[in-house]
């Protein structure tokens, strides 16, 4: 998705939210009033969101050791039954 189009998206999701909260406190509907703020407060956090650039970590890109598998029991779970722990007596 391109800058624009995400801006135009922002602006048009922020005015209908915006008309919307402005039409519920004229009809006195708080609940809506209090919806159409948090989704406005939601869409600019986002928008500012998306156009933060996160810093990549080369080091764990080149240094990715591959992990080794879990001992797994007869059952399959990580954690021993009580049959193992018996056969190890």
Request: hydrophobic fraction near 40%; charge should be positive; proline fraction near 7%.
């Amino acid at each position: 998705m391109t800058n624009n189009t995400r801006y135009r998206l922002t602006l048009a999701a922020a005015v209908f939210l915006a008309v919307v909260t402005l039409f519920s406190i004229f009809l006195k509907m708080e609940a809506v009033a209090t919806a159409g703020i948090a989704g406005i407060m939601t869409v600019l956090s986002t928008y500012i969101w998306s156009q933060t650039t996160r810093p990549t970590n080369p080091y764990h890109e080149k240094h990715n050791e591959p992990t080794k598998p879990v001992k797994t029991s007869r059952n399959g779970s990580s954690y021993p039954s009580p049959m193992d722990i018996l056969e190890k007596q």
